[in-house]
Nanobody, 125 residues
């Protein structure tokens, strides 16, 4: 059964960094596109950064370009989100997900399976 568990969130000051992890189980990670999403209070969930299975196509929301990076370790079945120069507006619950193309995932939010519990990131001084 496909399962994703996010971790690594917390409270960080503006300008700080965090690395989120997403542990995958029940499937072969490398055949899937991967993505990170977030939902801030009172706002809809949005695609933050996605990459296809081959690593040849990526999407980053304008708000995170140059600050966030996605990576994967297929052997460890783990997806990472490195977040640098964090801003208060990055405060949200962050989710990982699997899909196919970056268009399908980050733009249309067509993912495989259901959303996990997410991990809370709070950027505040």
């Amino acid at each position: 059964q496909l399962q994703l568990v996010e971790s690594g969130g917390g409270l960080v000051q503006p300008g700080g960094s965090l690395r989120l992890s997403c542990a995958a189980s029940g499937f072969t990670l490398e055949v899937y596109g991967i993505g990170w999403f977030r939902q801030a209070p009172g706002k809809e969930r949005e695609g933050v950064i996605c990459i296809n299975s081959a690593g040849t196509s990526t999407y980053s929301a304008d708000s995170v370009k140059g600050r966030f990076a996605i990576s994967r370790d297929n052997a460890k079945k783990t997806i990472y989100l490195q977040m640098n120069n964090l801003k208060p507006e990055d405060t949200a619950v962050y989710y990982c997900a699997l899909g196919t193309t970056v268009q399908a995932m980050c733009i249309n939010q067509n993912i495989f399976g259901s959303w996990g519990q997410g991990t809370q990131v709070t950027v505040s001084s």
